[in-house]
């Protein structure tokens, strides 16, 4: 079994940056693909980035540039650092991890940017 807690969220000002933390617990293998999806209030939940194993990483088109996520296999973490915060990405932010097929979610934390 594998869980996911995720923090790092927040409230913060247009123009400002955030760092999301994602720790697994559980048995991990480095062969997997981990990342983060968004659901903003009203809308489907989306892919953020991912990183998988060997590969660059994906980034939706709208974070391209600003986001950038990171993975420490050892300690078994992924990161989402994310600069120029703009207020459509307020949302709730989900770590991700597929593992031999199966998906795994956290509970999600909640980023909030004003203008």
């Known amino acids: 079994q594998v869980q996911l807690a995720e923090s790092g969220g927040g409230l913060v000002q247009s123009g400002g940056s955030l760092r999301l933390t994602c720790v697994a617990a559980?048995?991990?293998?480095?062969?997997?693909?981990m990342g983060w999806y968004r659901q903003a209030p009203g809308k489907e939940r989306e892919l953020v980035a991912r990183?998988?194993?060997?590969?660059?990483?994906d980034y939706a088109a709208s974070v391209k540039g600003r986001f950038a996520i990171s993975r420490d296999n050892f300690k078994k973490t992924v990161y989402l650092q994310m600069n120029n915060l703009l207020p459509e990405d307020t949302a709730v932010y989900y770590c991700?991890?597929?593992?031999?097929?199966?998906?795994?979610w956290g509970r999600g934390t909640e980023v909030t940017v004003s203008s």
């Open positions: 990183k998988r194993s060997g590969r660059d990483p």
């Open positions: 991700h991890a597929r593992i031999d097929g199966v998906d795994y």
């Open positions: 559980g048995t991990i293998f480095s062969s997997n693909t």
